[in-house]
């Protein structure tokens, strides 16, 4: 997360079980009234929602408010979950599904998306930055690594927005938010982007498709499936020699490294679209290569 953090609009949003305690709504009781005094001016906002269908209408809602205004948002999500995603017992989004929804907004916003996820466990969210995932859904994310009680989350969200209104420092706001519940362990924890695309990537190379096993996998998958489609098409077997041109084309630009880390990179920051993108995510293949020793 940028230590330097320009902040417009808070938006809360309470997804609970029935019979919760309503704090997502005690929340915007303490923080309205710090938005207003704050120089200059935050706004502060708050939903109650029920449904996956509800959080989805607010999230198109909230990228249209910020093309009409440009108020650069904090979505703040006050909610359940687990490995699985968030939500209630009743109904809950994916992990994979909530990061295409986040999409629109992250994009709108130019990748200056900051989410504070107030839900146990909320830390898998960050399974949502991975470069495989398609463009980056957010800037960076804020979870706990444990259950909160109802103190805890209203002490440590005061002190983080506190300070996020009077110093607009990302860094200072996330300790204020830790020492909040305890100065001796982090019970915050924070993912950014580009940290998530560098460990992903190296994971890649190392571990996943881009890895000599992963990458003869992969294009033995791709040059049958190829050749199941082209077959259909042609109504005559593929030549053998024509489908081990393909899966060597295939293996070859898995385990070219430079140019997959390339392309995801440009999409994953939206490069090409933002131009400025590239100076504010400069990081090389080296420093992905580099990412589980950091």
């Avoid at 209408?57 to 999500?77: E, I, V």
């Avoid at 017992?89 to 994979?96: F, Y």
Wanted: aromatic content about 10%; overall charge negative.
């Amino acid at each position: 997360m940028d230590n330097e953090l320009t902040l417009g609009r808070v938006h809360i949003v309470e997804w609970l079980n029935a019979g919760d305690d309503d704090t997502g709504q005690k929340l915007f009781a303490e923080l309205q009234p710090m938005g207003t005094a704050s120089q200059p001016k935050v706004e502060v906002d708050f939903s109650r929602i029920d449904t996956t269908r509800e959080l989805l209408g607010l999230l198109s809602a909230f990228t249209d408010q910020y093309r009409a205004d440009t108020l650069t948002p904090l979505l703040h999500l006050e909610t359940h979950g687990n490995e699985d995603g968030i939500g209630t017992d009743a109904e809950g989004i994916a992990w994979r599904d909530l990061a295409e929804a986040l999409v629109p907004l992250n994009h709108a916003t130019r990748m200056k998306l900051v989410i504070n996820l107030a839900a146990c466990s909320g830390v898998f969210g960050t399974t949502m930055l991975r470069p495989d995932f398609g463009p980056a859904p957010f800037r960076g994310l804020i979870g706990p690594r444990r259950e909160l009680d109802e103190t805890e989350v209203l002490a440590s969200c005061r002190a983080f927005y506190r300070t996020i209104f009077d110093q607009k420092d990302g860094n200072a706001a996330l300790k204020a938010m830790n020492d909040a519940v305890t100065r001796t362990e982090e019970t915050f924890w924070t993912m950014s982007a580009e940290l998530a695309f560098k460990m992903a990537f190296q994971d890649y190379m190392v571990r996943g498709e881009g890895s000599p096993q992963g990458a003869t996998i992969r294009a033995e998958a791709f040059a049958t499936r190829r050749a199941a489609k082209v077959t259909a098409q042609r109504g005559a077997p593929v030549p053998g020699a024509e489908v081990a041109e393909w899966r060597e084309r295939a293996r070859a630009f898995l385990l070219n490294h430079e140019a997959r880390f390339d392309l995801e990179w440009r999409k994953f920051f939206y490069i090409d679209e933002f131009p400025e993108n590239a100076e504010r995510f400069d990081f090389t293949l080296e420093d992905c290569r580099a990412a589980d020793n950091a």
